[in-house]
DNA sequence: ACCTGAACACCGTTCAAGT
DNA sequence: ACCTGAACACCGTTCAAGT
């Protein structure tokens, strides 16, 4: 095989914290969160491992930081329209740039829940509370149901993206979900009658229609929570 | 300091799948992700490595044991009451666990997008789609409410845990909120409006009552979609 | 069938030394 | 101030050898 990522570019280039981001991106896009590896980041950045370690003080700093930089670039245009569709935007752009970059997926669980102060957790909660605060309901009630609709997205968007750190790059999304489907219809009938019975549904629905289908029951539950009335 | 976890137990046990999952298991809750290594696991298990993988075939086939071993107990029994009520209970559970094993947040994230049709996804869907299916809504939906609320509370409970991986021990969750809300507060007004003006709510809400809140909005959510009428 | 333990390849990180 | 590259401690995994 043509050995595919190209390694060492320009050497003429000043080593930046920005460049080694950079191509900590490319790493895991092309090979999951097993590519990042301060050896290919060496190579790949025709430098020694101290080099980088002057610009990044360790992985998870670096994994922090590219993490924040696409979440930063997927979230910098302001939606437009009435609430509910901007709500509804934002967590489609969180879809899609979780199913671009897979691996953000298990970075974003790990970082919401071990460092919420730093940047990337400001940042949702900001892109989904502006639009819930023109929603109309109580202001006691904003932190809770920006929380919540940040907690669905990312968890449905986390579960819908085919995995690209071990699932075989080759096993389209058709197949992955055949392959469930199946699994799921050999399960013991006592024991699972319910997962059994969706199995067909599951083999040919749609991972965005699904996610949208989600987006919409949580919006339908805080309009009736605060008017009192369907959407 | 006394030196914790015991060692070298009692040898004459033969070593045994259950005895390593086990084992494995006091080491995550000890020790967070990072306090799994085949190193400890022998030494505490009094063997050598070799042992251990006669019974596993490797550290991933082992946390996926251990993952579904403690879900597994956490939805052993069925839940009384209305399908709400049951619903917010299966909730609860789940919040529960993972808020006395923190590793299950991110290893459940993986579990849930890399292999779903193994134990642990069938288990939590089964779970919530049996409840699902005693709402009387139309058959094809059950799929996308069942996975739209999984999805939220395994995003929630996973946020809301204490991740005791690399979160210093010695800090109470009160201790922790309040950093973050400082953290919060201290951001740019022009770029978080939103996030400063709840920092305060933040500091002192409740994360259980929080993530309850939010499993009633989608069954508000549900109710409404399916029934017309409030819950 | 089940276990031992030395060995292998690889990883994140450090640090004295250079420019 | 910024970079080099050898070295360290540690990790998951293998495997010939034992019982």
Redo the contacts with the bound molecule.
């Keep these: 095989m043509p050995s595919s990522t190209r390694k060492a570019q320009r050497?003429t280039d000043?080593?930046?914290r920005e460049r080694i981001v950079e191509a900590a991106i490319a790493l895991l896009d092309a090979a999951g969160e097993g590519g990042?590896?301060?050896?290919?980041?060496t190579e790949q950045l025709?430098?020694?491992?101290?080099?980088?370690?002057?610009?990044v003080?360790?992985?998870?700093e670096?994994l922090e930081a590219a993490t924040d930089a696409v979440v930063a670039s997927a979230l910098a245009t302001e939606p437009a329209g009435s609430p509910q569709e901007a709500i509804r935007a934002v967590a489609l752009s969180l879809f899609d740039v979780i199913d671009e970059h897979p691996w953000l997926a298990t970075q974003l669980a790990v970082q919401l829940s071990r460092a919420p102060g730093k940047s990337v957790t400001p940042r949702l909660l900001e892109s989904f509370g502006r639009q819930v605060s023109k929603l109309g309901g109580p202001e006691a009630d904003w932190f809770t149901v920006a929380s919540a609709l940040m907690y669905y997205v990312l968890g449905a968007a986390g579960q819908n993206s085919v995995n690209g750190a071990t699932a075989t790059p080759t096993t389209s999304r058709a197949e992955f979900l055949d392959a469930v489907s199946t699994a799921w219809e050999r399960l013991d009938p006592e024991d699972y009658p319910f997962t059994r019975a969706v199995a067909e549904q599951a083999r040919h629905h749609d991972d965005r229609a699904q996610f949208l289908a989600g987006v919409d029951l949580m919006l339908s539950g805080i309009t009736l929570t605060w008017t009192g009335a369907r959407p």
């Design positions: 050497r000043a080593l930046s990042l590896t301060f050896r290919v980041l025709a430098t020694g491992p101290g080099a980088i370690y002057w610009h003080a360790n992985k998870g670096l």
